[in-house]
């Protein structure tokens, strides 16, 4: 049992889907997995265990932002061996290259967090996702796609990790979007700094719950629990590596 998930040894399996939301990690379990079992529900933050197609699979809710995603990611990393970490988010999109519910898949991660600045002494570090589980990944997005489930909603590219929801300078992100930067969200890249500390495996794959152009957005309702093909290609993507 760590200090904040209160899983005893073995109840966390090798592979966690790692959604933001603790009811998104309760909806999970209850769609995906078979025989799912809660193994934590300290401070609200729902964990489960239980089996997909033959795997064992467990989804911990991380919270909102890096130093709380980073609590649950150092605990799962280090006190339960977890060895690979999929983020099943969401993200709000940058340009009109990607629209509201449209998935993208993050080869990498920019961000204005202080974290890895004190990490890596002023130094700027580049996380980036663990590519067997992007190649899965994206595999898995393409067999969809040949099926027109997701045809031309997937994308592969860079998000932005920020520390504000409600940012005061809308305009920093402008660079960011001019160098590639696809949508905004708030846990990748420090997700993918501390699975390198670790030499462990992570992925982000997110769904575009809302929109910073055309301002379309989703309900909280339907960020709980329509997300449904994201799940599936993280699932598929990380019990195939």
Not at 68 to 78: Q, T
């Amino acid at each position: 049992m760590s200090t904040h998930i209160a899983a005893a040894p073995g109840q966390i399996a090798p592979l966690v889907l790692f959604p933001g939301d603790p009811r998104r990690a309760q909806w999970i379990a209850e769609n995906f997995l078979q025989d799912a079992e809660c193994y934590s529900e300290v401070r609200g933050m729902l964990g489960f265990t239980g089996t997909w197609n033959g795997h064992r699979v467990s989804v911990q809710g991380s919270g909102m932002g890096q130093p709380s995603m980073a609590i649950y990611a150092n605990e799962l990393f280090r006190d339960y061996d977890v060895q690979s970490i999929v983020r099943v988010g969401s993200c709000g999109a940058l340009t009109e290259k990607v629209a509201l519910r449209d998935i993208v898949i993050a080869n990498g991660a920019c961000t204005d967090s202080g974290m890895n600045r004190i990490r890596f002494h002023g130094q700027d570090y580049a996380p980036v996702a663990d590519f067997p589980l992007l190649r899965a990944a994206v595999d898995a997005a393409e067999r969809a796609a040949e099926e027109d489930a997701l045809a031309g909603k997937v994308h592969v590219g860079l998000l932005f990790s920020s520390d504000q929801f409600y940012s005061t300078r809308p305009e920093l992100t402008d660079p960011f979007v001019q160098h590639g930067a696809l949508a905004v969200e708030m846990e990748t890249s420090g997700l993918y700094t501390l699975a390198a500390f670790y030499g462990r495996r992570a992925l982000s794959i997110c769904t575009v719950s809302d929109h910073l152009v055309t301002h379309e957005e989703t309900t909280a309702l339907e960020r709980e629990q329509t997300f449904g093909d994201m799940v599936r290609i993280a699932l598929g993507a990380a019990t195939a590596v």
